[in-house]
């Protein structure tokens, strides 16, 4: 489809802290953070026109300068250090958050009504840290109002900022504080260090972890060259497919305590080992929350994630079944968190790595509070969330009205209309 014909009226600002931080502050990153440094989170709220009615744009920017504030490293910008070995930090120097206004002419309902998650895109920002590293903005947000007198909300957020709980968390803040509430500032800014008192590092690394791959330097141009066209893809599995889909594969006494995530992940691996034929995933990275990190006394900012690997080892996953793979996620998985982190210290924070494609991936966000955003009281009618990568599966809550659960894709656009096929054949599902 034509980008004009679907958004118009493009307008760009800025918005930074109402008082200025200071000359000296800087954010330091942590290993963790720096890994995910290429791959960039994109959420998408859409609210009702009751939820937005009468509304303007300085009335969302507003309460913004007040945030920021309070979580000042979102206005900064990327500096390296000089006597640091090149190492990547941020200076916040209010640089600010990028806004962007847009209008479209379809109404909400005959938006969501093309089922076409590439349209998505259009609503928010696409963003990529660099060529000019130190003048880019780590954070975009893009309102787009429709003729229906809805509005979405588009967040684009620069991984190496936090995850997508960090994300949600920075969004949901700033509509708390729009609603009037208010909130203490050292719950936004504990200071972080590279210590990992939590994490101590292991042995010295001889080999790359399986969850992610090297990739060339990218100086300053932070961003991921793929080899072949990338398709977003999403899909709704309502409570009463997925119970029907886990009481088939699991039966009805062990239903019950079974993960839905776990039985998504391997139907989805199963599915698309069927779809690449002879290049089988027989390795795929699981993502999911790491629940030893508090985060309601820690910062917003924050790559507080578990990363694992699963193996099936002397199995052709395609002729597999799911029972098989999903209880190979649930108790066969290999954490590889703490190696990740110690060999993005031991080269100082300077390599490049993929992880979200580096193998299949999995990433569970059934615990990310989308729903948490609202606006007047009023709940989003639908929210999602994506990530930047090849071959990433995230599975998130559905609608609280629907229920069941969201999963989005980003596959090479070779695989879409195969694994569609598969799923309606397994799922009855597309």
């Keep these: 489809m034509d980008v004009e014909k679907l958004i118009s009226d493009v307008k760009l600002s800025s918005v930074v802290p109402a008082k200025i931080t200071g000359a000296d502050k800087v954010h330091e990153f942590t290993n963790m953070d720096l890994v995910m440094k290429l791959h960039y989170i994109k959420g998408l709220y859409f609210f009702n026109s009751d939820a937005v009615e009468g509304l ?129 500032p050292q719950s936004l800014n504990n200071s972080r260090t590279n210590k990992f008192i939590n994490n101590p590092l292991l042995s010295t690394v001889e080999n790359l972890p399986y969850s992610i791959k090297r990739v060339d330097p990218v100086g300053d141009h932070w961003r991921i060259t793929n080899t072949c066209k990338m398709i977003s893809h999403s899909f709704h599995i309502t409570e009463k497919q997925l119970n029907q889909h886990i009481s088939k594969i699991f039966g009805p006494k062990q239903s019950a305590k079974v993960k839905p995530f776990d039985v998504i992940s391997a139907t989805m691996w199963k599915i698309l080992a069927k779809v690449r034929g002879n290049q089988q995933p027989g390795i795929v990275t699981i ?110 809550a559905g609608p609280e009205n629907l229920n069941g659960r969201i999963v989005n894709l980003v596959l090479p656009e070779d695989q879409i209309e195969g694994f569609k096929y598969e799923l309606r054949e397994e799922l009855g599902v597309f």
Excluded at 65 to 77: C, I, K, N, V
Excluded at 129 to 148: D, M, R
Excluded at 153 to 177: E, P, T, Y
Excluded at 322 to 344: F, G, P, Q, W
Aim: net charge negative; hydrophobic share 40%; proline share 2%.
């Design 56 to 184: 303007n744009i300085y009335d969302f920017k507003k309460p913004m300068f007040h945030f920021l504030e309070l979580y000042y490293e979102a206005s900064g910008r990327i500096r390296r250090s000089e006597d640091g070995g090149g190492r990547s930090f941020i200076k916040c120097n209010d640089g600010g958050v990028r806004i962007i206004e847009a209008k479209s002419s379809k109404t909400i309902e005959k938006w969501l009504a093309m089922n076409d998650s590439s349209v998505n895109d259009q609503l928010v920002y696409d963003q990529v840290l660099g060529p000019e590293l130190g003048f880019a903005p780590l954070v975009f947000i893009q309102f787009t109002w429709f003729k229906c007198g809805g509005m979405s909300i588009g967040l684009s957020w620069a991984h190496v900022l936090g995850d997508v709980f960090s994300a949600s968390k920075f969004i949901n803040i700033w509509a708390q504080i729009m609603a009037g509430h208010q909130l203490p």
């Design 287 to 396: 993502i999911r929350r790491d629940n030893s990190c508090d985060r309601e006394i820690t910062q917003v900012s924050n790559n507080g994630q578990v990363i694992s690997i699963v193996e099936a080892i002397n199995v052709k996953v395609s002729k597999s079944n799911v029972l098989e793979l999903a209880k190979l996620i649930a108790e066969k998985s290999v954490d590889e968190t703490k190696v990740v982190e110690e060999l993005m210290e031991k080269e100082n924070g300077t390599l490049d790595f993929v992880v979200y494609g580096a193998n299949l991936t999995f990433v569970n966000l059934e615990e990310a509070n989308i729903y948490g955003f609202e606006l007047r009281g009023k709940k989003p009618i639908f929210a999602s969330y994506n990530i930047s990568g090849v071959g990433v599966v995230l599975v998130l």
